[in-house]
């Protein structure tokens, strides 16, 4: 796949399944700090013509979806949850080295990660959370710059990156589009896919705050909504950040 080039509004790995433990608007224009003014300056480290979006948010914030609303405008989507599932599957070197630091209790009984026992262990301990991010994150972005060397010279990539602000990868992207929803939305999301409200704020407190996302923020989404209103703020996303970008 990775020698292959990649189509606009695709997901690049699109057939590997998402990775929960790896959670890992258009505003009014009286209220600027929800979009925020953006001045493009081309970096030559990319294409002239291509432009890298770090697309991050908290776990329950909507941020898949943006990523399924970009595609849908052609954008190219490089989604890290899914390479994180993809690089500790059954026979690969990091699932290999998951084992090696968290032992066979982590292994389901086909052969695949447990991800639930190894959730159960690293969400109770920063230190075993560390070393977890310590094999998985590398693997990710080895495999996330294979994908993006596929794109077209042209292309919108977009990287789909939760633990963009915990990994210090705010400054490899021509711009950074940060998605925040309320609280207590989140939280009702997150209940409806099947956490425990305990869970659901556990997961959120592990992961950067508001405003630590805010601070790297070129544009911040506002997710509270209705998918519709959501919909229009990527419209004048795309508008008026995006093809200016490309010009």
């Not at 060397?149 to 292309?155: G, I, P, R, W």
Request: hydrophobic share 45%; with cysteine.
């Amino acid at each position: 796949m990775v020698g292959l080039p990649l189509s606009a509004g695709k997901f690049a790995v699109a057939e590997v399944m998402s990775c929960d433990w790896c959670d890992w608007s258009d505003a009014p224009e009286d209220a600027p700090p929800c979009y925020l003014s953006v001045t493009f300056e081309p970096s030559g480290r990319y294409s002239a013509h291509m432009v890298r979006i770090g697309l991050t948010g908290g776990i329950g914030s909507g941020k898949s979806t943006v990523a399924g609303l970009l595609a849908a405008r052609g954008a190219v989507v490089i989604d890290a949850d899914r390479i994180a599932r993809e690089v500790v599957e059954p026979g690969t070197p990091g699932l290999a080295a998951v084992i090696e630091a968290f032992g066979d209790g982590v292994l389901a009984a086909d052969g695949a990660l447990d991800r639930p026992a190894l959730a159960g262990i690293v969400f109770a301990d920063p230190e075993a959370r560390a070393r977890l991010d310590g094999i998985v994150h590398p693997l990710v972005r080895e495999r996330a710059v294979e994908l993006a060397a596929a794109a077209a010279a042209d292309a919108v990539l977009v990287n789909d990156v939760p633990l963009l602000v915990e990994t210090g990868q705010a400054g490899s992207y021509d711009l950074v589009l940060v998605v925040e929803a309320d609280l207590d939305v989140r939280l009702a999301r997150l209940v409806e896919r099947g956490m425990t409200e305990d869970d659901a704020r556990a997961r959120i407190a592990a992961q950067a705050t508001d405003e630590q996302r805010r601070a790297v923020a070129d544009v911040v989404l506002d997710n509270s909504g209705t998918l519709e209103r959501l919909e229009e703020q990527v419209d004048r996303f795309w508008t008026e950040r995006v093809e200016p970008a490309r010009s």
